[in-house]
């Protein structure tokens, strides 16, 4: 167990929609990454916050936001959903030591039909 | 640009064989070095990690890393793999300037009976 919590685990929903994903680091940590995890692209890094504040943008569509609240839990809205926003999306946890390590959440399976 | 190399996609080993995943890293400065294992349908879990000192590095479930720096290398080994290895392995550099992480596109391990 990481320590880092996501929420949902599953989440199924129609084209078009929107959802919100829930993510609480480890304690103590600041920093919050989200990534995008599908069999076509792999491993995508979407958006990095650092106590509140958003640090970096990967490749994250328009359709897609963050953000990260004053207790650190971070969310990840998904609107206008499609068919190939279906995935797997990771948050991690990053430590304070400054080196960059970065601990993994169990993931919430987003299906969009 | 700093990127990560894993060569290979697949590798297939059998049980109690030894292992060698292979990654190449480009990047300037002394980076800190990582190696991740996935499980199916699993979030990422830390097996090791390099920021400096002794370049070979143990991790968790019997693997170990050694940094050579003329190679620009981070390979993983393990000395006799389990059935229960089998998964996709995900090397990754820290960029340390924006903590971000850039990854390999993983190896999946196949353990033949």
């Known amino acids: 167990d990481s320590g880092v919590t996501q929420t949902p685990k599953h989440l199924i929903t129609a084209t078009g929609q929107r959802v919100t994903l829930r993510c609480s680091p480890r304690s103590g940590d600041l920093s919050v990454y989200w990534y995008q995890q599908s069999l076509d692209q792999g491993l995508q890094f979407l958006i990095h916050?650092?106590?509140?504040?958003?640090?970096a943008k990967g490749n994250i569509l328009e359709r897609f936001s963050a953000q990260q609240f004053p207790d650190l839990h971070s969310e990840l809205n998904l609107s206008s959903l499609e068919l190939g926003d279906s995935a797997l999306y990771f948050c991690?946890?990053?430590?304070?030591?400054?080196?960059?390590?970065?601990?993994f959440g169990p993931g919430t399976r987003l299906t969009v039909l | 640009a700093q990127s990560v190399t894993q060569p290979d996609i697949h590798i297939t080993v059998s049980e109690g064989a030894s292992l060698e995943l292979r990654c190449n890293y480009s990047y300037g400065a002394t980076p800190y070095l990582f190696w991740y294992v996935q499980s199916p349908g699993q979030g990422l879990q830390l097996l090791l990690k390099y920021f400096s000192g002794d370049t070979l590095v143990q991790g968790i479930k019997g693997f170990e890393a050694e940094f050579k720096r003329s190679q620009s290398s981070f390979n993983l080994r393990k000395p006799s793999v389990h059935w229960s290895d089998a998964a996709e392995y995900f090397c990754a550099v820290g960029a340390n300037s924006n903590y971000q992480l850039i990854w390999g596109a993983g190896t999946k391990l196949i353990i033949k009976p």
């Open positions: 991690a946890s990053g430590d304070r030591t400054g080196t960059d390590t970065q601990y």
């Open positions: 916050y650092y106590n509140g504040e958003e640090r």
